[in-house]
């Protein structure tokens, strides 16, 4: 479609459906998605992996030092390699969402996966999505989303998507998840989850799938007129 190239940040809270839409929305319009939420969760999984505290910081600062996350794209999938392993279903679990969650309130984590997502922006054409992507990573997007639901809509969409991949999970263990999340998300002190000023809202509590995809694409096209 559009030549030259377009960032496009889609932020928001954890079960908001973002990773999905954003693939789906990545395959039809020809760009490049960048799920930065598999890269903090390949942290977290590296993390628990070797028992470190994410209260000890000189622990994961040396931890650091021991990883490498690379990605590539599989029929324009995206695929994380912790390295050199393919994590990108074993990153799926309540419990490395949970370390994750830990873990990306450390300013030195952040920092770590920064230069890694922006260079990919500035190579491509992307759709990125994540927590802070419009107020931090890329705050020159030319596209800029905030996706939100309630936290029970939220909470339903991620404990069916748990238990079809086989997991043991209760509804409430995935809502109070979900709460806590979004708490730990939005009050963190660096890069807390907010809309950037320029974002546009998008609501997807009584929206379906594709729906959504709809809401979605919609807002992006008219921005890239």
Known sequence: MNTKKINIAIDGPSGAGKSTIAKIL???LGFIYVDTGAMYRSIGLYMLRNGVDSTDLPAVQAALQGIEINIAYVDGAQHIYLNGEDVSELIRTEAVSKAASAFSAIPEVRAFLLELQRGLAAKNSVIMDGRDIGTVILPNAEVKIFLTADDTARAERRYKELIEKGQEVTFESVLENIRQRDKNDSERALAPL????????????KLDLMQSVEAMKSVILEKMK
């Open 194 to 205: 907010k809309p950037a000023e320029d974002a546009i809202l998008v609501d997807t509590t």
């Open 26 to 28: 990545a395959r039809e």
